[in-house]
């Protein structure tokens, strides 16, 4: 079967085309990737992981064509509220 693994973030972008045997999970598809290799750092236990921006469960299997995604937490940033200098 054929299917990718994908990650980026600010400073690096990874995508790996693997040809793998069925049935295989979005997890092991990471696993079997090069991912893990290239980048130690990453926690997979606790980042998020999908299949063409849809978040889903490391057990999921893939289907011909998939694409995993590594996500990367979102930090919100807070809003600054404007000063208004005209009511003065």
């Known amino acids: 079967m054929e299917c990718s693994v994908a990650y980026a973030n600010r400073n690096i972008s990874f995508r790996q085309d693997l040809t793998l045997a069925e049935p295989i999970t979005a997890e092991?598809?990471?696993l079997k990737s090069k991912l893990p290799l290239e980048y130690p750092d990453l926690d997979l236990t606790?980042?998020?992981i999908g299949i063409f921006g849809k978040v889903c469960k490391k057990?999921?299997?893939l289907k011909e064509g998939d694409r995993v995604e590594i996500y990367q937490p979102i930090i919100a940033q807070e809003k600054h509220q404007e000063e208004d200098d005209d009511d003065e």
């Open 59 to 61: 057990e999921q299997l």
């Open 46 to 48: 606790v980042l998020k």
């Open 28 to 30: 092991q598809a990471i």
